[in-house]
């Protein structure tokens, strides 16, 4: 059992790397538009009013791309001064009850981008000035909550399936 959730999350790993890349390629087009619309505003003397929007537009989605590989490299901020000091089952207890809420947050956000993409292709909205489908902004929320979410999930069984750390010893003492 643990080797096929392991093997699963190395697989999904290469979901969350791909995603990774993604949100770093929306980040180079951000900065080359960006730089665009700065030079048309203030070199050439005609703003481009489709550099704003395209930008907000873009930035949901890369907000988002991101979760998983945060969680993949363990970047999310956490304060251990007081878990470190607690016993060694305590401390997988806590990291359990961490992965859950992890979890279940995932599936809330998931489920809420799934309904609004749903929404949004079946309205046909679009952005006001570049006309761009808002499904498509949400679908890629959607994907990318979705995959933290079974990112999430796999680590939490992962937390669950391994033992309780043992106690380390610090000068000499338990």
Partial sequence: MRALIDRATKTVEWLVLGLAAIG??????????????????????????MVTEATALLLFP?????LAYAMREDSYPRVTLL??????GIQKLIALMNGAIMALIGVFFSITTINATIRAFNSGASSEILNWPRY?????AAASLSVFTLYATLRLVQIALSP????????GMV
């Fill in 83 to 88: 878990t470190d000091a607690l016993r060694p």
């Fill in 24 to 49: 770093a390629l929306i980040i180079v087009v951000q900065m080359v538009w960006i730089s665009y619309g700065v030079f048309m505003r203030y070199v050439i003397g005609r703003p481009d009013r």
């Fill in 62 to 66: 890369v907000a988002l791309v991101g």
């Fill in 136 to 140: 498509l902004f949400w679908g890629a």
């Fill in 164 to 171: 309780a750390p043992e106690k380390e010893e610090r000068d």
